[in-house]
């Protein structure tokens, strides 16, 4: 039973235009959300984060926003950079556990 | 700030063989992860530390797996015997707290079993 999902296994998009990561989850007790950046050959690392009380975080080019009414939370890129280019997991927190999506190979086409 | 150091990079086993993995956490971060990612899924905890005591070992495959973290420092995991299901990236990953989601990952072992 997949409790994160991220459905779309990759994203093309212009440098200097918009990416938007999705990600949809089904367990309700999940309090709070992360996204992390994964390069080749390296673990991942942490992006930005939002608690499930704020419907908004921003820091810098990074946005996330969540809806718990349709248990969908996305990732917003602005101005996407070639460097952005990487795996992007979604996850989720409950009882000091974190559940992780399968992941969305972003790729920023210069 | 040293990141979380891991070792082997990558290994090569045969099934049946046994298999150690080490795991350097960040100086002063209490808790400390063991994850597997099979190849196209996300990250699956296997197990997590807080400072030398086990406190969440659900998904652990404890007939082949078992993992240590001497004096809350320190950790390795053992798989023994392997199996060819088992190869994946083993991350370890470590945090200031439990509370703190902000996790730093190690750059992982990349096991393959033939």
């Known amino acids: 039973d997949q409790q994160v999902k991220q459905n779309s296994p990759s994203l093309s998009v212009q440098e200097g235009r918009i990416s938007i990561l999705n990600c949809d989850y089904t367990n309700s007790m999940f309090d709070y959300f992360l996204w992390y950046k994964k390069y080749p050959a390296e673990g991942p690392t942490f992006l930005i984060s939002i608690s499930s009380i704020k419907d908004k975080n921003e820091d810098g080019r990074f946005t996330v926003f969540l809806n718990k009414s349709a248990k969908h939370l996305s990732l917003h890129i602005v101005p996407s950079q070639p460097g952005d280019s990487a795996v992007y997991f979604c996850?989720?927190?409950?009882?000091?556990?974190?559940?992780f999506g399968k992941g969305t190979k972003l790729s920023v086409i210069p | 700030e040293a990141g979380v150091a891991q070792s082997p990079r990558y290994k090569i086993i045969e099934k049946r063989q046994s298999v150690a993995f080490w795991c350097n956490p960040i100086?002063?971060?209490?808790?400390l992860y063991w994850y597997q990612q099979i190849l196209g899924q996300g990250p699956k905890l296997l197990i997590q530390f807080q400072n030398n005591g086990v406190v969440d070992d659900s998904q652990l495959p404890k007939d082949r797996f078992s993992a240590e973290r001497l004096k809350g420092v320190d950790s390795t995991l053992k798989i023994q015997p392997a199996k060819l299901e088992d190869s994946a990236v083993y991350l370890c990953a470590s945090s200031l707290s439990r509370g703190n989601y902000g996790y730093t990952f190690g750059s992982g072992t990349r096991l393959t079993v033939v």
């Open positions: 996850a989720a927190s409950s009882s000091y556990q974190l559940t």
């Open positions: 100086s002063g971060h209490a808790t």
